[in-house]
């Protein structure tokens, strides 16, 4: 089992910056990828972008792509996401997740643990 906190939520002004952290505990060698979700009032939840928790290459979602940046830090155990330039349309609950999968990584079915989710608010 796999344990996920986040941290780094908040308003901030369009434009603005913020990152998030999720800070991982329990079989974490288990991890094959770290994904991030968000999920706006009245909509399905959607993929941002998700990380291979060994390293090698990262993916986005096409809205976010050269605004935010996927991370992560093994001696720490905590992935993080970068977000710039943020848009109103951003506005979300955030969420990190955790899969052994290294297929349909977009697909939040894939995910068997999750953090607690975070609000961000880009107020324009």
């Known amino acids: 089992q796999v344990r996920l906190v986040e941290s780094g939520g908040g308003l901030v002004q369009a434009g603005g910056s913020l990152r998030l952290s999720c800070a991982a505990s329990?079989?974490?060698?288990?991890?094959?990828?770290m994904g991030w979700f968000r999920q706006a009032p009245g909509k399905e939840r959607e993929f941002v972008g998700a990380i291979n928790w060994s390293g090698g290459p990262t993916n986005y979602v096409n809205s976010v792509r050269g605004r935010f940046t996927i991370s992560r830090d093994n001696a720490k155990n905590t992935g993080y996401l970068q977000m710039n330039s943020l848009k109103p349309e951003d506005t979300a609950v955030y969420y990190c997740?955790?899969?052994?999968?290294?297929?349909?990584?977009?697909?939040?079915?894939?995910?068997?643990?999750w953090g607690q989710g975070t609000q961000v608010t880009v107020s324009s």
């Open positions: 997740a955790a899969t052994r999968s290294s297929r349909h990584i977009d697909a939040s079915r894939e995910y068997e643990s």
């Open positions: 329990g079989r974490i060698s288990s991890i094959n990828f």
